[in-house]
C-alpha cells in the first residue's frame, strides 16, 4: 500500500523560507521519479517540481524557477523541497507524488504566505 506523508508546511512571510519533506512507503522509492504538486483554492492541482535520481536537476514549474529546489534521499525514502522567497501566490496545500504510482496522494501539507 502506497504510503505518502507529507509535513513541513506553516504560515510565513512574503520572502521568507520553509522545507516541505514527504516521507514514502509501500514501494520501491528509488525506482520512482517524485513530484512536488499544489492546489491552491479554487484553481486546479499543478505540478511544482520533479525529480528523478538523487543529485540530478530536478524540472521546475516557471512560477517557481530560482526560488524553490527538489531533492531527493533514497536511504531515507525521502523527498524534499525547499522553498526560498516565497510570495503570496505561493499559498497552496503541497501535495508530493510517485510517479509510479500517480493515483496515490497523501493528505498534504498547507503553506500559507501572508504578512
Known amino acids: 500500500q502506497v504510503q505518502l506523508v507529507e509535513s513541513g508546511g506553516g504560515l510565513v512571510q512574503p520572502g521568507g523560507s520553509l522545507r516541505l519533506s514527504c516521507v514514502a512507503s509501500g514501494f520501491t522509492f528509488g525506482h520512482s521519479a517524485m513530484s512536488w504538486y499544489r492546489q491552491a483554492p479554487g484553481k486546479e492541482r499543478e505540478l511544482v517540481a520533479r525529480?528523478?535520481?538523487?543529485?540530478?536537476?530536478?524540472t521546475y514549474a516557471d512560477s517557481v524557477k530560482g526560488r524553490f529546489t527538489i531533492s531527493r534521499d533514497n536511504a531515507k525514502n525521502t523527498v524534499y523541497l525547499q522553498m526560498n522567497g516565497l510570495k503570496p501566490e505561493d499559498t497552496a496545500v503541497y501535495y508530493c507524488n510517485a510517479a509510479s504510482f500517480a493515483h496515490s496522494w497523501g493528505q498534504g501539507t498547507q503553506v500559507t504566505v501572508s504578512s
Open positions: 525529480i528523478i535520481t538523487p543529485g540530478s536537476i530536478g
